[in-house]
């Protein structure tokens, strides 16, 4: 029997997130929130830590955090202009 491999997305680089269509407006805002709260703990990490391994993850936990942000940010934005 053989295994099935699903196809490869179709667009590269894929997405490190994406937001749920429905998601509503409040539950949004509370994620948006913790993003913020985990985005500043990640900065005083990455101005504490002095091995450049650590620095490195911080700034990749930033950029993905970032994004994550900037998506539910939009997200919010397009719920605020079909209200």
């Known amino acids: 029997m053989k295994k099935v ?3 490869p997305p179709s667009v590269f680089p894929i997405p490190y997130s994406t937001i ?6 409040e539950e949004a805002k ?3 929130t913790i993003v913020m709260d985990s985005l500043s703990n990640t900065v005083k990490q990455f ?8 620095r490195s993850t911080h700034l ?4 993905i ?7 539910l940010l939009a997200h ?3 719920l605020e202009a079909q209200a």
């Open 5 to 7: 491999v699903p196809d």
């Open 20 to 25: 749920i269509a429905d998601l509503p407006y």
């Open 30 to 32: 509370s994620h948006a």
């Open 47 to 54: 101005i504490a830590a002095e091995d450049p391994a650590q």
């Open 60 to 63: 990749e936990t930033l950029s």
């Open 65 to 71: 955090s970032a994004v994550l942000l900037h998506a």
């Open 76 to 78: 919010m934005k397009t």
